[in-house]
């Protein structure tokens, strides 16, 4: 082989080892509407390129377990803190630098930075402001009232969003108020349940539903849409002994056999600068779960409410507990 030939090979074999270390592949469970404008602006900064690899968050995760280190994977994004927890259990991540975990407090993160949360969301209720007889509802615990019996909507139990929120009651109440909420709830909707927060505001705002236990951001997507829409917010349980509004996280990790850690920390830390959950906010209407970095306008204004004091952790750590008791009570 020619001098020359063997220095253009040479040079080749360099330019493609660097074009696959600036790239990243992430494993989303986020829709990529919520993921795309920030992956956009992250390129544009950095020059690193993602492939967004979406679909459900647990699926992912069990995608990520059984590839082990033959993934291609280099980050994980969940829209649910205890899919995170456990994937940290399976010890499928990396932990980030302490510097970068820092930014976000830590009951919104893993005890051992191998997950940051980057968004939050709080279980509230949507009801319609033509229904006075639901008025009495103050807690996600008055839902079992038998008054609200074919008025109620709520997800299935497969719902991440539900299973945390239930680990939350769980974890605030115990297992036996919970058990009877639970029990109380499935009385009310007889069987019928949604397969998406969307179609409950929809409902609600139709009045084919009086009231709805959502994520609060499901109902400002709606307004955005129909802004004459006959709904409302209510924060749950705000009462001097009361709870507190149940929240969940969405998160990210690096993945424990990642070829190219250093371009997936330069992702994380630009997800959780001030920046980077600016755009998150401004397209998903969640909480930036960065401290001094404002949610969007319309939505209640973090530290203005009562929030439930579980740290996000614990949303792994006892989901097999709270499966447990749905599958008990028989939740559809």
Wanted: no cysteine.
């Amino acid at each position: 082989m020619k001098p020359a030939v063997t220095l253009f090979v040479l040079f080749s074999l360099f330019i493609s080892q660097y074009v696959q270390a600036e790239s990243l592949v992430v494993y989303s469970g986020r829709k990529d509407k919520f993921i795309k404008p920030v992956v956009a602006e992250f390129t544009k900064e950095t020059g690193i390129k993602v492939l967004l690899h979406s679909g459900s968050s647990t699926s992912l995760l069990n995608k990520l377990k059984l590839e082990g280190k033959n993934s291609q994977a280099d980050l994980y994004i969940s829209n649910d803190a205890g899919n995170l927890e456990k994937g940290k259990e399976m010890n499928l991540f990396l932990p980030v630098s302490a510097d970068i975990a820092k930014v976000i407090p830590q009951k919104l993160r893993a005890s051992d930075n191998s997950w940051i949360g980057l968004s939050a969301r709080a279980r509230v209720l949507v009801v319609n402001t033509n229904d006075k007889s639901v008025d009495f509802v103050k807690s996600v615990f008055d839902l079992a009232d038998p008054r609200l019996q074919g008025k109620l909507g709520i997800t299935h139990s497969g719902n991440g969003s539900y299973i945390a929120g239930v680990t939350v009651y769980m974890e605030s109440v115990g297992k036996k108020k919970t058990q009877a909420w639970l029990e109380g709830m499935k009385a009310n909707v007889n069987g019928k349940v949604f397969n998406k927060h969307s179609k409950i505001v929809k409902a609600v705002a139709k009045g084919k539903l009086s009231i709805g236990l959502v994520n609060h951001y499901y109902i400002y997507r709606h307004l955005k849409k129909h802004p004459k829409a006959p709904i409302k917010i209510v924060l749950p349980d705000q009462g001097k002994k009361d709870i507190g509004v149940a929240w969940n996280v969405a998160g990210i990790a690096i993945t424990k056999y990642t070829k190219n850690k250093q371009a997936a920390e330069r992702f994380v830390a630009f997800v959780t600068s001030e920046k980077g959950q600016s755009l998150f906010a401004n397209v998903n209407k969640e909480y930036p779960a960065r401290e001094g970095v404002a949610a969007a306008a319309e939505v209640p204004k973090a530290g203005s409410y009562k929030v439930a004091p579980v740290p996000m952790q614990v949303l792994g750590q006892q989901r097999n507990a709270t499966l447990d008791l749905i599958e008990m009570v028989g939740m559809p």
